[in-house]
């Protein structure tokens, strides 16, 4: 079944700076790929998400990239603000045949 | 995102006791799952369903059971709860239906056995 590593496991920034969460995925016939934002105590929340017919997918100051030849997939977040503090999951999956799986998450921390 | 609500929000329950979450949906999604989130592992899944009366395990399904009659629904139950299932339980439902969200999360439920 699909694998899917994440790191890093915590990161610090400094405000304003930019954040990069990698991920790796074992099966390639996963096709789906988002990002799951979540803050303390509050359920996971989508944040952005790519199919693998597209390389690269922007919105504001968040952005995800793929690359289906190395099975990875990254989140990038610009001018990193406070609220941008949380865990951050990527997961992949098969649309219409599995299941999401989850990395292990990334605790981000903007520090101002 | 109200379209998704979990029961309860907190359960504290003894050891062996039998216990069911509950997980109801409103969007007329086919596709329902469990998660179990545990500090270090992320979120890992216990079950899913594709349709009523379909479920599969996922990858941690020991101790647990579901079922699914009616679409809107998805309850997880706990036969014998042991200290290990203590943890925070997310139900998670998606699908193709206009106008509704993707892959999406309950509040979750907080349970801790004692």
């Known amino acids: 079944g699909e694998n899917v590593e994440q790191h890093p496991s915590t990161l610090s920034v400094q405000e304003g700076d930019s954040a990069v969460i990698k991920c790796t995925y074992s099966d390639s016939a996963s096709n789906y790929f988002p990002w799951y934002k979540q803050e303390l105590g509050k359920r996971p929340q989508l944040i952005i998400d790519?199919?693998?017919?597209?390389g690269e997918k922007k919105d504001q100051r968040i952005a995800v990239t793929l690359n289906k030849t190395a099975k990875h997939f990254s989140l990038h977040i610009t001018e990193t603000q406070p609220e941008d503090s949380a865990v951050y999951f990527c997961?992949?999956?098969?649309?219409?045949?599995?299941?999401?799986?989850f990395g292990k998450g990334t605790r981000l921390s903007v520090i101002a | 995102d109200a379209g998704i609500t979990q029961s309860p929000r907190y359960k504290i329950t003894e050891t062996g006791r039998q216990v069911t979450l509950m997980c109801h949906q409103t969007?007329?999604?086919?596709?329902m799952f469990w998660y179990r989130q545990d500090l270090g592992h992320g979120l890992r899944l216990i079950y899913y369903s594709a349709a009523a009366d379909i479920t599969d395990k996922g990858e941690v399904p020991d101790g647990y059971v579901v079922s699914r009659s009616k679409t809107e629904n998805f309850p997880l139950t706990l036969e014998s709860a042991t200290r290990s299932q203590t943890s925070v339980y997310f139900c998670?439902?998606?699908?193709?239906?206009?106008?509704?969200?993707?892959?999406?999360f309950g509040s979750g439920t907080r349970l801790t056995v004692v």
């Open positions: 998670a439902s998606t699908g193709v239906v206009q106008g509704a969200p993707g892959y999406t």
């Open positions: 790519i199919r693998s017919n597209v």
């Open positions: 969007w007329s999604h086919s596709y």
């Open positions: 997961a992949a999956s098969n649309v219409g045949n599995t299941p999401l799986v």
